[in-house]
């Protein structure tokens, strides 16, 4: 299946600064606000948020990571962000103690080179976004991610996971398999450190679930809405999960794997025309 509408790059984006207007949370809005805490847990442990070189890929024009940090009290070392989108600094920062540093907008990271920045990034953020471009697109996306990483950061990087038999979003230009995204991160080098889902539908995991998690879920049930339930269990079976994040290392020469080669992994690959272009 083409995109549907029929772009390379689709620029659209869930605003968290008017996701509370419907009046709920959803499982999406539920999910976002999750993954960057994950990230500022991350970075806030040992303090390492003070040694943090963070390159924010895709931040969006809210900038909700930034705020997040500031709201947290966490000012790395550095912060930069991109988007392909115009970008300006959010209010918030107007008269605040810390703003991020550097603001590459309308840039695809792809064009950055090393000299763009003040130094190696050790902390590379890319949520939502490589389904939002073509394959060979995401490809070359990833090998700028290992190129810009300082050895031993760290790559957090998210993106649903495409079923066929739902099919993707309508503003997703490619959808990726659970299977065929790890594959293309561990040949393009990156080594997986740890993965989870960020949501999943309850039908796909429920088999899944050990009695003492069924007796878990069944009392969550009683109390939290889908929506809730989506993002509880989620991490727990990445396999299963409609969306995943992935904490990765740059890593070219390490052997080990969790995927077959991309090559190996059954088609097909996404949800785009293109997905072959991913073939390394």
């Known amino acids: 299946m083409a995109n549907a509408r029929g772009k390379e790059i689709d620029k659209t ?11 709920f949370l959803h499982r999406d809005y539920i999910a976002h606000c999750l993954r960057w805490t994950h990230v500022v ?11 943090s070189r963070i390159l924010d890929v895709g931040c969006g024009k809210e900038m909700p990571l930034a705020k997040l940090l500031h709201s ?21 920062f107007r008269n605040a103690s810390w703003k991020p540093n550097d603001i590459y907008s309308k840039t695809d990271v792809c064009d950055l080179k090393e000299s763009d920045l003040p130094a190696k990034p050790n902390v590379i953020v890319c949520f939502e976004v490589v389904e939002h471009i073509e394959p060979d697109h ?15 950061g760290v790559l957090f990087i998210s993106t649903p996971c495409y079923d066929a038999n739902v099919g993707p979003a ?6 990726m398999t659970y ?8 040949d393009t080098g990156f080594r997986i ?5 960020t949501f999943a539908s ?34 727990l079976f990445p396999h299963r999960a409609r969306n995943c994040l992935w904490q990765v290392t740059f890593n070219p020469g390490v052997t080990e794997r969790l995927f077959n080669g991309l090559k190996q992994v059954p088609t097909p690959w996404g949800s785009s025309d293109n997905w072959e272009k991913l073939a390394c």
């Open 170 to 175: 309508a503003n997703h230009v490619n959808e």
């Open 138 to 152: 995401c490809r070359r996306m990833l090998a700028k991610f290992g190129e810009l990483l300082e050895p031993e």
């Open 72 to 92: 947290s009290r966490m000012a790395p070392a550095w912060y930069g962000a991109v988007d392909v989108s115009a970008l300006t600094t959010p209010e918030q």
């Open 179 to 186: 299977e065929a995204f790890g594959a293309a991160l561990e």
């Open 193 to 197: 450190q740890g993965h989870w889902g």
């Open 202 to 235: 309850q039908k796909d995991y429920k088999e899944d679930l050990t009695p003492e998690l069924k007796s878990l879920f069944d009392k969550f049930r009683d109390y939290y809405d889908s929506n809730m339930l989506a993002t509880i269990f989620a991490p």
């Open 41 to 51: 847990k991350y970075v806030g442990q040992s303090m390492r948020y003070k040694t």
């Open 13 to 23: 984006f869930l605003s968290i600064d008017n996701a509370e207007e419907r009046g």
